[in-house]
């Protein structure tokens, strides 16, 4: 397994302005996800964050909006940029330390005014 | 992406009772499928997992039977406990490797 952490834990920001998410997991691995969890909903998965390569969006969400880094095999960021409350989620980032099983942090609750 | 969805969207069950939850998917070539458990205020945790290539597969108290002629997968646990009170998401794995997960399921445990 993984133990993984998010930072913030939960944040209230205002409209138009950005906030960084970090993921931060206790061994090395390769594979690093980021979802969103709306209210009331299921997961649905922003991108694919691999170390050393650009992350890969799913449909429906473009880097511009979804900035993600990936310096090292341990951290990534994501930011969620020029906000609206329609980006009032949960964002969850997950790592995939062996084949096919995915770990998920705690999660950060985002509200937007 | 693919179609994973529940049947059920609440479920209230009587400590001590069985709980079996409900998941249909859409795309026939997944291989592989997960049951997650998430409480409230935390990310989901991984219960149990099922490859393709098997109908069931047995854990501490939970089982998961997947019926591919039907695209249909449950999750069931025995003798259900006030704490396993949470929403429960299925997920597949599509061609691509990414995971798909369901709308989920509220459990509720009544004491």
């Known amino acids: 397994s993984a133990v993984i952490s998010q930072k913030p834990s939960r944040d209230i920001c205002q409209r138009g302005t950005s906030l960084t998410i970090q993921c931060q997991v206790d061994?090395?691995?390769?594979?690093m996800f980021w979802y969103r969890q709306q209210p009331g909903q299921s997961l649905t998965l922003i991108a694919t964050a691999n170390q050393g390569s650009e992350a890969t969006y799913e449909s429906g969400f473009v880097i511009d909006k979804f900035p993600i880094s990936r310096p090292n095999l341990t951290f990534s960021t994501l930011t969620v940029s020029n906000m609206s409350p329609e980006d009032s989620s949960i964002y969850l980032c997950?790592?995939?330390?062996?084949?096919?099983?995915?770990?998920f942090g705690p999660g950060t609750r985002l509200t937007v005014l | 992406g693919e179609s994973v969805g529940l049947h059920l969207p609440t479920l209230s069950v009587q400590e001590g009772d069985n709980s079996i939850i409900n998941c249909a998917y859409s795309n026939s070539a997944s291989d592989y499928f997960i049951w997650y458990k998430q409480e409230s205020g935390k990310g989901p945790q991984f219960i149990i997992d099922i490859r393709s290539n098997m109908d069931k597969r047995q854990g501490q108290r939970v089982t998961v039977l997947l019926n591919k002629t039907v695209k249909h997968l449950s999750l069931q646990i025995a003798a259900t406990q006030p704490g396993d009170s949470a929403v429960y998401f299925c997920a597949e794995r599509d061609g691509a490797n990414n995971l798909f997960f369901g709308t989920g399921t509220r459990l509720t445990v009544i004491p």
């Open positions: 061994s090395q691995v390769t594979m």
């Open positions: 997950s790592v995939e330390p062996t084949t096919d099983t995915q770990y």
